[in-house]
C-alpha cells in the first residue's frame, strides 16, 4: 500500500493539473482509510459489518421503490423528490425513469444493489432460519427489479455474468438440498423481472442501448474511448495525473470506464497496481469457499467474492471506483485474504 500512495503521489507531482490531481490523491487517501477501517476485522466485527449491509440493502431498496413511486405516480416524497431525475428513451419513443438512489448516477446505484444482492443471495441458499427465508426471497426479487430499472448497461452485465458464476459455483460444490433451493430462488427471481417487465420495452432498450452504434450514448463512449487512448500514447508509463481527463479532452467528459481512467491517467503503471490490489483477493476467498466443510459453503466469503467480480465487470463499461462502498468491501475481502495467508503460520 506505501509503494501505492509513492506512486500516486509521483503521478500527481508530474500531472498536467496539479491541483485537480492532489484533490483526487487525498480522496485517495480517505479511500484508504474506508479500507482500513474494515481490514483484518474479527468475528465480531464480521458480524456488524453484516448487520450494518443488511440494513445498507433494506434502505436503499425502499429508496428506490420511493424514487419510483414519486416519478411514476408524480407524488411529491421529501428528498426522494428534491433529487434530478435520470430517464433513457424507450424503443416506442416514451421516456422511462432510471433509478439512481441517494447517487448521482443509475451505475453507482446498480454497483451497490448487486453488492445487496450477493449478500442476500448467498445467505439465503446457505444460512437463514426457515422463519427469516421469506424476508429474503422477497428482499432478492426487489433488489433484481431495482438493479434492471437502473437501465445501466455495464451493471445488466456485471450481474448477469457473475449470477451464472454464483450459481454454477453453488452447484458445483455445495448439498443437493442447496442445489434444489438455488434453482427455485434462480426460476422466482426470472419469473419475477418478466412479470413485472412484460409489458414494458425493458428488452428493445436493452439491445439498442448496447447494439445500436449511432445512438448518442454508444457515440459519446467510442469517443471517450478514442480519447483516453490518445491521453495514454502520449504517457504511458505514469499517466497524465489522477482526474485530468476532462482537462485534457478540454470539456468535461468521463471515459465510462475505470480500466480507460486508470490507463489513461495513471499509465500503465498505475493499471498494473489498482488491479493487482483489487484482484488480490479473489482466489484466497475462492479457497476459503472451497475448503468450508462439506455442504456448509462460507456464504459471506461468497457474498464478497461475486460483490468483487460483479464490481470488475460493472468498471467495464463505467468508473465508480472512488465509491466509499467498494472500499469497505475490499477491506472485508482483505480480512479473508488475512486469514488464509495466515494458515500456514498457524500449522506450524
Not at 149 to 173: C, D, E, H, K, P
Not at 240 to 260: A, D, K, N, P, R
Request: glycine residues 4%.
Amino acid at each position: 500500500m506505501a509503494i501505492f500512495i509513492l506512486y500516486l503521489s509521483l503521478n500527481t507531482l508530474f500531472s498536467i493539473d496539479m491541483v485537480v490531481s492532489s484533490l483526487r490523491l487525498f480522496q485517495y487517501l480517505f479511500l484508504f482509510l474506508c479500507f482500513y477501517i474494515s481490514f483484518n476485522m474479527n468475528k465480531k466485527s464480521l458480524l456488524v459489518y453484516e448487520k450494518a449491509l443488511f440494513f445498507t440493502g433494506l434502505f436503499i431498496n425502499i429508496y428506490s421503490i420511493l424514487e419510483y413511486i414519486s416519478f411514476q405516480r408524480d407524488v411529491y416524497i421529501p428528498i426522494v423528490s428534491l433529487k434530478k431525475s435520470r430517464v433513457v428513451f424507450l424503443d416506442n419513443g416514451e421516456l422511462a425513469f432510471r433509478l439512481t438512489g441517494p447517487f448521482l448516477d443509475s451505475a453507482v446505484l446498480g454497483g451497490l444493489l448487486c453488492v445487496v444482492f450477493f449478500y442476500f443471495f448467498n445467505k439465503l441458499i446457505f444460512n437463514y432460519s426457515s422463519k427469516g427465508k421469506f424476508i429474503l426471497v422477497l428482499l432478492l426479487l426487489v433488489t433484481v427489479i431495482n438493479i434492471l430499472l437502473t437501465y445501466s448497461r455495464s451493471v445488466w452485465l456485471g450481474f448477469a455474468v457473475t449470477i451464472i458464476m454464483n450459481i454454477f459455483l453453488i452447484l458445483l460444490l455445495s448439498k443437493r438440498k442447496n442445489k434444489l433451493v438455488v434453482l427455485f430462488v434462480a426460476f422466482l427471481m426470472l419469473f419475477a423481472a418478466y412479470f413485472y417487465l412484460r409489458k414494458t420495452d425493458l428488452f428493445q432498450t436493452l439491445s439498442i442501448r448496447i447494439f445500436e452504434r449511432d445512438s448518442i450514448s454508444n457515440q459519446d463512449h467510442f469517443s471517450a474511448f478514442l480519447n483516453a487512448m490518445q491521453m495514454w500514447s502520449e504517457s504511458p508509463f505514469i499517466g497524465q495525473g489522477m482526474g485530468t481527463f476532462s482537462e485534457y479532452v478540454g470539456y468535461y467528459m468521463m471515459t465510462h470506464s475505470m480500466y480507460l481512467t486508470f490507463i489513461s491517467e495513471q499509465g500503465i503503471i498505475g493499471l498494473l497496481l489498482n488491479m493487482v490490489l483489487f484482484c488480490s483477493p479473489i482466489v484466497p476467498l475462492f479457497l476459503i469457499i472451497k475448503r468450508s466443510r462439506q455442504g456448509s459453503f462460507d456464504y459471506r466469503a461468497a457474498s464478497v467474492l461475486f460483490s468483487l467480480i460483479s464490481f470488475l465487470i460493472n468498471n467495464i463499461g463505467y468508473d465508480y471506483y472512488n465509491q466509499y462502498y467498494f472500499w469497505i468491501l475490499l477491506g472485508v475481502a482483505y480480512t479473508f485474504f488475512h486469514r488464509i495467508m495466515e494458515e500456514p503460520s498457524r500449522r506450524s
